[in-house]
């Protein structure tokens, strides 16, 4: 069976632009949450869906937003890029929450 | 806030040897707990997950849960050079809003080194 799947696998952007990356979970799985991953560090939390619900937000801007279609794949969406944006987006997708999450590939970001 | 605390390492052992990586959370509410592996470069793998206290065996690896003192810890045994990675402690917590689900939040990871 295929894994979790996001594009892109690469993007770079300058300041003030807006993005938007895409996950696609695992057949079955109904849960997909969004992380940041700076080099270093952990992946901080951004949004979990569950059922195209948004069920948990992170201490991020509103600047970041994200939504679940009816086929279980979901979007984040970045605007107004700040360089301190640059990182590592993580898509996991899970049965539901609380389950076992298994992470995609990741899409790196890099804002100039 | 609601922490995970990893010790950034790096930790470094023999191959053929026990790595011991330790991981302690503060929301006693916490009732899930994950073991994940993640390569330079690339993302997470999911080595582990444990909910009651005690251990849980996979191959060589060995989780082990103590939530009063809120202590997860994971074993590597044989330890060999392909372990060598960063391990990331989870930790499923509520959030402050009542009605909220169980959110993940991670350590900043282990780093592993084993030499030959």
């Keep these: 069976d295929a894994g979790v799947t996001q594009s892109p696998t690469h993007l770079i952007k300058t300041r003030g632009q807006h993005v938007t990356l895409r996950c696609s979970p695992i057949s079955g799985h109904k849960s997909v949450s969004w992380y940041q991953q700076v080099l270093g560090q952990g992946p901080q939390f951004i949004f979990q869906y569950y059922e195209k619900e948004e069920r948990g937000r992170g201490n991020f801007p509103d600047r970041f937003s994200a939504r679940q279609f009816p086929n279980y794949s979901s979007e984040l969406n970045v605007n107004a890029l700040l360089l301190g944006d640059s990182a590592l987006y993580l898509c996991a997708s899970s049965l539901a929450t609380g389950n076992e999450q298994y992470f995609g590939p990741g899409t790196r970001l890099t804002v100039t | ?116």
């Design chain 2, 1 to 116: 806030q609601k922490e995970v605390e990893q010790n950034s390492g790096p930790l470094s052992v023999p191959e053929g040897a026990i790595a011991s990586l330790n991981c302690t959370y503060s929301d006693r509410g916490s009732q899930s707990f994950f073991w994940y592996r993640q390569y330079s470069g690339k993302s997470p793998e999911l080595i582990m997950s444990i909910y009651s206290n005690g251990d849980k065996e996979d191959g060589r690896f060995t989780a082990q849960l103590n939530k009063a003192s809120q202590y997860v810890s994971l074993l590597i045994r044989d330890s060999q050079p392909s372990d060598s990675a960063t391990y990331l402690c989870a930790v499923n917590v509520l959030p402050h809003a009542s009605g909220g689900s169980y959110i993940p939040t991670f350590g900043r990871g282990t780093s592993l080194i084993v030499h030959p």
